[in-house]
């Protein structure tokens, strides 16, 4: 467990900022979150396990959309259990040109809600796999000691470059390579974590 404080302190040694100079408690806290923003979208880039959760949707017979989680960031899939099948995803494109679908065969997104075709008949369950959008928004000075970091610390490094970063462009400075030793961590770092996702076997029947 480690908390915004600690991260905070972190990306300081790299500002040489410790005696809190130049950078105020806030200032940091703000960079803070913009560095869990960019995380997000790039552990969904990498397809990471670890930052993935299962929602359960349950549908409403001939209704065909449910809201998706308030969390929700984007989606690694949607399943129907009842049939062991994935939803087909589709594009508005693909969406307009469906001309008749089984029931629960297809999906889309739109705003908040996920809409489907053909429209469920009945109640049941729908699992959704999907990349959360963490709440910062409660992150302030006074509270950083006890807010904790997202992922369970596993992205702190990464994020205390990026907000490094984002504090050298603020004052000026050449932060091109940085930037560039960055983009090699997340590489490194997100490539690590990628192969210990669990690797399933596609066969049916005996081996």
């Given amino acids: 467990m480690t908390f915004v404080s600690n991260l905070i302190d972190r990306t300081r040694l790299k500002l040489n900022d410790a005696a809190k100079s ?3 408690d806030a200032d940091m806290v703000a960079m803070a979150q913009e560095a869990v ?3 997000e979208l790039v552990l969904a880039k990498f397809d990471i396990e670890f930052a993935k959760e299962r929602a359960t949707l349950t549908t409403v017979a001939d209704q065909d959309y ?43 997104i739109r705003g908040t809600n996920a809409y489907f075709k053909g429209t469920p008949r009945s109640a049941e369950d729908l699992y ?12 302030t000075a006074t ?3 006890t807010d904790e970091t997202p992922w ?38 997100f490539e690590t974590y990628g192969t210990l996702g669990t690797v399933a076997d596609d066969s049916v029947g005996w081996l």
């Fill in 22 to 24: 130049r950078w105020e």
């Fill in 37 to 39: 923003e960019r995380v």
């Fill in 66 to 108: 449910l809201p998706l989680p308030a969390d929700f960031l984007t989606d690694n899939g949607l399943y129907r259990p009842a049939t062991s099948t994935e939803l087909i995803k589709c594009n508005s494109d693909n969406w307009e040109r469906i001309i008749s679908a089984g029931e629960l065969s297809h999906w889309i």
């Fill in 128 to 139: 959704l796999y999907y990349y959360t959008k963490n709440d910062t928004g409660s992150w």
């Fill in 143 to 145: 509270t950083m000691s």
């Fill in 152 to 189: 369970g610390g596993k992205c702190d490094s990464i994020m205390a470059w990026y907000m490094s970063i984002l504090a050298s462009n603020v004052d000026g400075a050449n932060w091109s390579a940085d930037q560039t030793l960055m983009r090699d961590l997340e590489n490194r770092v």
